[in-house]
């Protein structure tokens, strides 16, 4: 019965190590490496942004990487945590639920200043480009080609 309870427990820690790697791969990889780029790529190549529209929107960037950049140090430490709780207790407690809650959190936080950033970019477009700004968000929203 030993045995079995040793492998039941390692079970459980690789299951969790393999969701928190998977959230982090897509946070990391997928998200960033699909939709970043593109935006990018549309705010500064297709939308024919004036100066003034260019220094706003670098303004607008520039607070956007520091909160990406702090949200992110955010779950790299809630990883860390979650390495530590594993590690103590080989067990699914209180302390790996709170290091997964905290992930998480930072993670929609991110979230949400994603939104933001975008919202804040489409406020300073004219009206033709917003649509062709709305139409590529839209796309990268809901998996589309664009």
Do not use: K
């Not at 955010?74 to 302390?95: G, P, S, V, W």
């Amino acid at each position: 019965m030993t045995r079995l309870r040793i492998y039941l427990a390692l079970s459980l820690v690789l299951a969790v190590l393999a969701g928190v790697f998977a959230a982090w791969c897509a946070t990391h990889y997928f998200s960033s490496a699909a939709a970043e780029p593109s935006l990018h790529r549309i705010i500064h190549h297709e939308l024919d942004l004036s100066a003034g529209q260019r220094a706003r929107v670098a303004e607008i960037e520039a607070r956007y990487t520091a909160q990406r950049q702090a949200r992110e140090r955010e779950m790299r430490a809630a990883n860390t945590r979650l390495a530590a709780a594993i590690e103590a207790d080989h067990q699914l407690d209180d302390n790996v639920r709170a290091a997964i809650h905290d992930f998480h959190h930072a993670m929609g936080e991110l979230q949400l200043e994603t939104i933001r950033y975008v919202l804040d970019v489409r406020e300073i477009l004219d009206a033709s480009q917003r649509e062709h700004f709305d139409a590529t968000v839209t796309a990268s929203l809901t998996d589309q080609d664009w």
